[in-house]
């Protein structure tokens, strides 16, 4: 069994930081990822991370300013926000599995995790 927790996120203005970060409490995850969705919106996936080789991936929504990485000792996962918009705001959940393989981590955005956290609210003002 595998427990994400999420924490890091808050409320800052357009263009501005945050960064969140995920505790995988349990078994090793072979691929972490960030899934966001706003009120009224689909689940989006934004990043993910194969973590036996550290190889990330994007949305193109978020290429260029989001960074996601991996401390494969603490099972922790990060996503670094940067120029941040205000479409940018919703709840940020952490998602884990460990039987995904590198092609499927980089399926991200369609893949069905196995564990999720209770999710982490970002707000972005204009």
């Known amino acids: 069994h595998i427990e994400p927790v999420e924490s890091g996120g808050g409320s800052v203005q357009a263009g501005g930081s945050l960064r969140l970060s995920c505790v995988a409490r349990?078994?090793?995850?072979?691929?972490m990822a960030w899934v966001r969705q706003a009120p009224g919106k689909e689940r989006e996936g934004v990043a993910a991370v194969y973590t036996p080789f550290g190889a990330a991936f994007y949305a193109d929504s978020v290429k260029g300013r989001f960074t996601v990485s991996a401390h494969n000792p603490s099972n922790t996962l990060y996503l670094q926000m940067d120029s941040l918009k205000p479409e940018d705001t919703a709840m940020y959940y952490c998602?884990?599995?460990?039987?995904?393989?590198?092609?499927?981590?980089?399926?991200?955005?369609?893949?069905?995790?196995?564990?999720w956290g209770q999710g982490t609210q970002v707000t972005v003002s204009s």
């Open positions: 349990g078994y090793t995850s072979y691929c």
């Open positions: 998602a884990a599995d460990r039987g995904f393989s590198r092609s499927s981590c980089g399926q991200f955005a369609s893949a069905n995790f196995t564990y």
